[in-house]
């Protein structure tokens, strides 16, 4: 009878096993619960308890992270933001790496059905999770309860943002990134063309002459010839629109864009337009002007050689050049960076793509009244003139310094700095030289050449910009086609043959099977929406 | 499966007994309760984690919205088989998958075969375990860093090209390139998972009764002649059940893997069944299609598992899985 305690211990272990594997399975259903009192039990505080008595509430809101590490609920930011609006703000951290590991991450919450309360789709997802109604109708809160937000977007804008609703009834279910302004540009190294000793060039053949003396000669003088890259882009040909642009191709960050070709609203990468960019970019990357690695260099690969001061010219976000200059600067101190703009080609009128529209900013999860409504106050604080500065400066002590009286912006450092969450996203030329002139009253000597060495780029880049026809076109026109909307064959079909595996015959073939295999489809419901929204 | 002959035996025993099923049952029940709570978990996990989510394909028969339920999505018939079928890379999908899900049993699955042999051969004790453990090292790295390393190796500024240059040819940019794709997922698979593959097998070589090693010797049986007659005939079994194990994931190939190699100048060689329905499902959250296609995958699984399976009791007795 020895045993027998021991098969008591066995048969007890077995049920404590059994029993942890059925909890384990009701336990999903208890956080639910428990969440739901919470958000119960602030909308019953609202009436009784004022102000001190009520419980902070936070809204999870997810973007795209500079900082490499979670903002906090009770972190400087969100503190900040609490003290104005009573709402706090938190988001895990979640990688950006090109928006390929965010979008999986949002994708894999949203999966599991716990959207976070306010986050930035990515790459179309917003289509599916309008279609589903999980996404908060926003028409008649909106107004209510962020006036600004609704004021300063214009009326037009709205109606492209109503005519991405799925049922067709024109409700509200984004907040967009609005820019009235030329965003993008295309930038060249002035240094370099000192040391090589020519001019900014005005064309095609001249930019292709500095792109070849860049390529022979030592233009970053650091007694190398050869490690200069002339012009580089990204993996999937992303970030090198200037060449696209040149050729009146409508092209967003890589993407191809829809515009007007012969009065109709067409898929740029179809048109003889992307026929003869392709014929071009060909050409730079046979002779080694453009990056031989473009089409492998990951986002951060490509910033390395812009910082190691590897690269002559690229294309990328005017606002931006700023970080990108004080990079260069660590490397070679003689840096000078200025607008390329577009340089001309012979029958073809370039321009940079414009969006007002440029994508949907803000989705709110369809949770409760409150979440909403919480999440439109941090929205309107956002885009409130009155908070401007602290929308643009950040956080005190981490973002910026006062000294004798003067705020000092601190150097960017994405491992101590939380990311501005709530950064504006309405922007004009009127708020973009407000914001330049935020940076450079709060700037030592060294950082306001910088900023004035970026100015100039953005003022410059200002006439090239041009509004496309498809601003704002919902990416629903994609519903069932899903290569097409990822732009997966154009991407393979463009780099086969920019890397001269495939001879430029093949774009036809291209042009065939993208027409074929949805494109046709696709093409009918883009010009529908067009014709909708009656621009 | 031990569960399971387990089972059969004891039903075996009460048949014999001529007693009705019931009251064997019951009475069993009696006797062993212990044995049958500590067996409790198990089922329980197969029920909860494995038998139950099986329902969940109907989705593929739905229109399935992840909002609104399972039960208020529409149902939809073969309509995402037949979208799967009539997409128009379909062809090119489905006959890359087959090349590397071959590639895999050809190139890949008989690797660690040979370095279980080579392991086994390894005379210092010390020596066998320290490499043992290098080899398994590869396999705690995700797929994702290793595709990183393999991107950097290969780069134009990277170990191999630089080697290229040294010799004075070209470098060669061999991740944008069709004709290196499929060699270069059999190899990082190969360099992954080759030497964790071992344990096993090393695990049946041990259990080899040194007395048939012994007389093999007295009849004067080298060391080559004892792998080939001794070691391998009596690995086999294992060897067998390894490739029933993998032939039933014949079409789900390591969706990190090939997704984390791929460019778009290797869609034609390398877009394989994982990437499309990532591309389609989970990107664009059309999760019946996804289940549709998976369950494509498992039906085909199955049926190559089967056939395999009665191939493998023909070649030798109580030689299959089942």
């Not at chain 1, 059994?18 to 958000?39: K, M, P, Y």
């Not at chain 1, 073939?509 to 993208?514: L, P, Q, R, S, T």
């Amino acid at each position: 009878m020895a045993h027998t305690p021991r098969r008591w211990g066995y048969a007890a272990m077995g049920a404590v096993l059994a029993t942890a594997v059925l909890s384990g399975c009701s336990g999903g259903n208890a956080g639910e619960q428990s969440d739901g009192n919470r958000t119960n039990a602030g909308n019953g505080g609202d009436p009784g308890g004022q102000g001190k008595a009520e419980e902070t509430r936070y809204i999870e809101v997810w973007r795209n992270l500079d900082s490499t590490f979670a903002i906090e609920k009770d972190g400087p930011y969100s503190k900040m933001v609490q003290a104005d609006t009573g709402v706090g703000l938190y988001m895990p951290f979640v990688a950006w790496n090109s928006g390929s590991a965010y979008v999986q991450k949002l994708n894999t919450r949203i999966a599991s059905g716990e959207l976070p309360d306010l986050f930035m789709p990515w790459q179309g997802n917003e289509a599916a999770l309008m279609k589903q109604g999980a996404l908060a109708d926003l028409t008649e809160l909106l107004p209510e309860y962020a006036p600004h937000v609704w004021d300063r977007i214009p009326q037009e804008v709205w109606d492209v943002v109503r005519s991405a609703d799925p049922s067709g009834e024109g409700r509200i279910y984004y907040v967009p990134l609005v820019q009235t302004y030329t965003y993008y540009g295309a930038y060249i190294r002035q240094d370099w063309l000192d040391n090589v000793g020519m001019e900014l060039p005005r064309t095609k053949d001249e930019y292709v002459e500095v792109l070849r003396a860049f390529r022979d000669q030592d233009a970053n003088g650091n007694g190398d010839p050869s490690d200069e890259i002339p012009v580089t882009g990204r993996e999937q040909g992303r970030w090198m629109d200037h060449l696209f642009g040149m050729y009146g191709v409508a092209m967003w960050e890589g993407l191809p864009m829809w515009d007007l070709y012969d009065g109709e609203l067409t898929y740029s990468a179809i048109t003889p337009n992307m026929k003869a960019a392709l014929e071009f970019a060909q050409m730079l990357y046979r002779e080694r002007l453009l990056d031989p690695n473009t089409f492998l260099n990951k986002g951060s690969e490509w910033t390395a050689k812009i910082y190691n001061d590897k690269v002559g010219s690229w294309y990328h976000i005017n606002q931006g050049m700023n970080v990108r200059i004080e990079n260069i600067a660590k490397v070679n101190p003689d840096v000078n960076l200025v607008a390329l703009g577009l340089p001309e080609v012979d029958g073809y009128d370039g321009f940079i793509t414009n969006t007002q529209i440029n994508r949907p900013m803000w989705v709110i999860a369809d949770k409760d009244e409150q979440t909403t409504i919480d999440a439109l106050s941090l929205l309107e604080w956002s885009a409130d003139p009155a908070h401007a500065e602290q929308v643009q400066l950040g956080v005190e002590g981490m973002h910026y310094e006062v000294q004798d009286g003067k705020r000092i912006l601190l150097p960017s450092d994405p491992d101590r700095q939380e990311t501005r969450m709530l950064a504006s996203f309405i922007t004009g030329m009127d708020e973009v030289q407000l914001q330049a002139q935020f940076q450079r009253d709060s700037s030592t000597p060294e950082q306001l050449r910088v900023f004035e060495m970026r100015d100039a780029i953005v003022a410059e880049m200002q006439p090239y910009g041009k509004t496309v026809a498809g601003d704002g076109i919902p990416s629903s026109i994609y519903d069932g086609y899903s290569d097409l909307k990822n732009h997966t064959m154009y991407q393979e079909y463009m780099s086969k043959i920019i890397i001269g595996e495939w001879p430029i015959d093949k774009f036809d073939e291209f042009v065939d099977k993208w027409t074929k295999s949805g494109g046709e489809e696709v093409t009918a419901r883009a010009r529908a929406w067009y014709n909708l929204i009656g621009r | 499966m031990a569960d399971a002959a387990q089972a059969r035996r004891t039903s075996h025993n009460t048949a014999v007994g001529a007693r009705p099923q019931r009251q064997g049952l019951l009475r069993e029940l009696r006797n062993y309760w212990p044995l049958y709570a500590m067996a409790m978990p198990g089922v329980l996990f197969f029920l909860v984690f494995k038998y139950v989510p099986l329902a969940g394909s109907v989705i593929a028969f739905k229109d399935y919205m992840i909002f609104k339920g399972l039960a208020e999505s529409p149902w939809v018939g073969w309509k995402h088989f037949r979208a799967f079928f009539e997409y128009p890379d379909f062809a090119r999908v489905f006959r890359n998958t087959l090349l590397i899900g071959l590639y895999n049993l050809v190139f890949v699955f008989p690797f660690p075969i040979v370095l279980a042999l080579l392991f086994n051969e390894l005379r210092s004790m010390a020596y066998k375990r320290t490499l043992q453990t290098i080899y398994y090292v590869p396999h705690f790295f995700s797929w994702v860093i290793i595709a990183g390393i393999t991107f950097d190796v290969l780069s134009n500024t990277g170990i191999v090209n630089a080697l290229r240059e040294w010799v004075g040819l070209e470098p060669v940019l061999f991740m944008q390139e069709e004709r290196f794709f499929r060699s270069i997922v059999v190899l990082t698979s190969i360099w992954r998972d080759a030497g964790w593959g071992t344990i096993v097998l090393l695990a049946a070589i041990a259990g080899i009764n040194p007395e048939v090693y012994e007389s093999a010797l007295v009849d004067g049986a080298g060391r080559i002649r004892q792998i080939f007659s001794i070691t391998l005939p009596l690995i086999m079994p294992t060897v067998l059940v390894l490739f029933l194990l993998q032939i039933g994931h014949f079409l789900d190939l390591s969706f990190e893997q090939i997704y984390n190699l791929l460019t778009p100048m290797t869609y034609g060689v390398g877009d394989v069944i994982d990437t499309y329905v990532y591309r389609v499902g989970i990107i664009e959250a059309q999760y019946s299609s996804t289940t549709a296609i998976g369950l494509f995958q498992s039906v085909i699984g199955l049926v190559l598992v089967l056939g395999f399976n009665s191939l493998a009791k023909r070649y030798q007795r109580e030689g299959g899985l089942f």
